[in-house]
T-cell receptor, first 111, second 108 residues
């Protein structure tokens, strides 16, 4: 049981490049989330999904898109990366209760 | 707007020196308050959920308590391996909101 996994672990982009972060969970959870974590700030919600085929905006959605084509996967896309998107990105999932379970994170640097 | 404030930002303790971390919150319709532990370079690890004022949860040297305005994470006789950042989060009607965390260092 791997829980929540994220790929890649690290990535460096140039301004304007695009990339996709992949999150996978094997707990059959309905809800999945993408957060970013910046120094001195709490985790901030980017987008989330309440089930396969659904997505919704969180607190800081601008510059990101998401897709949930399969229940176990949640993808986060950056179409045109900006230095302000340098951060650590965490994926989380939850089932019927409120506790969220997190992946190990992706450290993204945009130059 | 829901708000979560954790204090102190950083705490340094000697091994065996008990202390408490604070999480104060302002939300409408609290559905749950959560404590997570985060080690450097890793994702948050779930510790506790508290649902109503007066509730307490314990795990090894950690004890979490909840009032109507704040939660405390009490650490009894900490060990160096308890060093980590402790995150508090609240779930109300909207999205889960996280505090900025308390970075705990326990010196041997």
């Amino acid at each position: 049981n791997a829980g929540v996994t994220q790929t890649p672990k690290f990535r460096v982009l140039k301004t304007g490049q695009s990339m996709t972060l992949l999150c996978a969970q094997d707990m059959n959870h309905e809800y999945m989330y993408w957060y970013r974590q910046d120094p001195g700030m709490g985790l901030r919600l980017i987008h989330y999904s309440v089930g396969e085929g659904t997505t919704a905006k969180g607190e800081v959605p601008d510059g990101y898109n998401v897709s949930r084509l399969k229940k176990q996967n949640f993808l986060l896309g950056l179409e045109s990366a900006a230095p302000s998107q340098t951060s650590v990105y965490f994926c989380a999932s939850r089932g019927g209760v409120y506790e969220q379970f997190f992946g190990p994170g992706t450290r993204l640097t945009v130059l | 707007e829901d708000q979560v404030t954790q204090s102190p930002e950083a705490l340094r303790l000697q091994e065996g020196e008990s202390s408490s971390l604070n999480c104060s919150y302002t939300v409408s319709g609290l559905r749950g308050l959560f404590w997570y532990r985060q080690d450097p370079g890793k994702g948050p690890e779930f510790l506790f959920t508290l649902y109503s004022a007066g509730e307490e949860k314990e795990k090894e040297r950690l004890k979490a308590t909840l009032t109507k305005k704040e939660s405390f994470l009490h650490i009894t006789a900490p060990k160096p391996e308890d060093s980590a950042t402790y995150l508090c989060a609240v779930q109300a009607m909207g999205d889960m909101r996280f505090g900025a965390g308390t970075r705990l260092t326990v010196k041997p």
